[in-house]
């Protein structure tokens, strides 16, 4: 059930791979996954429970392997137990990953930072990761260090806030009525619409190798985002580097 998963080249972390013959930084669709059940929680609770949902999350993960083919990173804020995870899903016969607690994450850039770059590396280079509910203005960062897809259902899950996603800011539409009469569906399909045009952005500067403008740019669009492109640069510079051209 594994997909195959070719690194074609990289700027910066970020990547261009193929999977199924479709290029990556993509954007996934549940129902082109098939995803390994998992036991979920919150980002910030204590570590025995982090731990308890960990081994639960190992045990359903290994009980599907047969007819899953992504499985789920759990671990709550703990660095270490994300790695665990990973790697013993890793072992169980796993390559496709998605990060638990996305919409957490970019709210604590030290965590997301940490929990992104900290699984990076530790993974192997045929491992694929996917980050869910994600804004759309982190989408350039995210694939910066390293995440190769986004899940659709973001655009659903803002659409039921009835927040607006464009490529630079989310608008929350109670507060700045950009579309007054808007439905649901019609915000939804706007907001998936914007993810499909900055995965195309960011496919051509990563083909320009001009992945890092594209993130500074916007790194100016919330304070997270700021705080994340300070915060990677200032303690893992090494790792920006590694797959860094030189000119």
């Known amino acids: 059930m594994i997909k195959k998963f070719e690194i074609k080249s990289h700027d910066g972390p970020g990547r261009i791979g193929k999977i199924d013959g479709e290029i990556t930084p993509k954007i996934f669709f549940k129902d082109e996954l098939k995803i390994a059940p998992s036991e979920g ?16 999350t190992l ?3 290994e009980e599907n392997v047969d ?17 665990e995870c990973m790697k013993k899903l890793e072992e169980i016969g796993y390559n496709g990953f998605i990060i638990a607690n996305g919409d957490a994450l970019l709210t604590n850039s ?92 960011i496919h051509a500067h990563m ?16 304070p997270q985002n700021i705080s994340t492109l300070k915060i990677l640069d200032r303690n893992y510079m090494d790792y920006l580097l590694e797959y860094t051209q030189l000119f």
């Open 207 to 222: 083909k320009n190798r001009s992945l890092r403008n594209l993130v500074e740019e916007r790194s100016g669009t919330t």
């Open 110 to 201: 030290r965590d997301l930072v940490e929990i992104v770059v900290s699984l990076k590396k530790e993974a192997k280079k045929t491992s694929y990761f996917i980050f869910p509910f994600t804004e759309i203005s982190f989408m350039p960062i995210l694939t910066y260090m390293g995440i190769d897809g986004f899940l659709a259902d973001s655009a659903n899950y803002y659409s039921h806030l009835n927040v607006l996603q464009t490529p630079t800011k989310s608008y929350d539409l109670n507060t700045y009525p950009i579309y007054e009469d808007i439905t649901q569906e019609e915000l939804e399909k706007k907001n998936l619409e914007n993810m499909e045009f900055v995965i195309k952005e």
């Open 59 to 61: 045990r359903l993960a």
């Open 41 to 56: 929680s919150a980002h910030n609770i204590d570590r025995e429970i982090a731990e308890f949902n960990v081994a639960e």
């Open 67 to 83: 007819e899953c083919d992504v499985a789920v990173i759990q671990g709550s804020k703990y660095t270490d137990l994300r790695i």
